[in-house]
T-cell receptor, first 116, second 113 residues
């Protein structure tokens, strides 16, 4: 099955700096890579996703890059703000119309702390 | 609010006991997924149901079982509970069965004493 490794497990940055979180996956059939943000005591929420036919995607201060050859993808947050403090999870899945199921395999998470 | 409802929010029980966690998906979503979140293990996939049919099993123990009812709500049954079963159990739903955003509920925190 799929295995997703995520680094670092904790990350502290000064407000205004950039943060980068990296993930690798093992299954070459995976073609969908979402990122979820989980604030303390809350549910995970999708913040951005990318499919394997795209190399990069941006949404305001958040961007995700994908390198299919190396099987890794990264989350980039620019101009970090205190409200960006949360646990971020990367995930991978084979979102294939022929598949009978769709299960996200998550990384173990990165706790991001943005210091004011 | 994701539209996914989970009950109970908190549950404290003793080893050896059995509990049932309930999930109502978003209106219109046919898929329900269960995930277990422990401190050091992240989000572990347990099981996926689509329109009442089991579609995939992950790392679900034999002591655990689930089902999805005709009204699409789902229940996760945990029996012969052990201390290590203490975790946050999330239900998520999606429209289809092979793609798309998962919408998570607020979770049920289970504490086994």
């Amino acid at each position: 099955g799929e295995n997703v490794e995520q680094h670092p497990s904790t990350l502290s940055v000064q407000e205004g700096d950039s943060a980068v979180i990296k993930c690798t996956y093992s299954d070459s059939a995976s073609n969908y890579f979402p990122w979820y943000k989980q604030e303390l005591g809350k549910r995970p929420q999708l913040i951005i996703d990318i499919r394997s036919n795209v190399g990069e995607k941006k949404d305001q201060r958040i961007a995700v890059t994908l390198n299919k050859t190396a099987k890794h993808f990264s989350l980039h947050i620019t101009e970090t703000q205190p409200e960006d403090s949360a646990v971020y999870f990367c995930a991978a899945a084979n979102a294939n119309s022929g598949a009978g199921s769709y299960q996200l395999t998550f990384g173990k998470g990165t706790k991001l702390s943005v210091i004011p | 609010d994701s539209g996914v409802t989970q009950t109970p929010k908190h549950l404290i029980t003793a080893t050896g006991q059995r509990v049932t966690l309930r999930c109502s998906p978003r209106s219109g979503d046919l898929s329900v997924y269960w995930y277990q979140q422990s401190l050091d293990q992240g989000l572990q996939f347990l099981i996926h149901y689509y329109n009442g049919e089991e579609r995939a099993k992950g790392n679900i123990l034999e002591r655990f079982s689930a089902q999805q009812f005709p009204d699409l709500h789902s229940e996760l049954n945990l029996s012969s509970l052990e201390l290590g079963d203490s975790a946050l159990y999330f239900c998520a739903s999606s429209v289809g069965f092979n793609t798309g955003e998962l919408f998570f509920g607020e979770g049920s925190r289970l504490t086994v004493l």
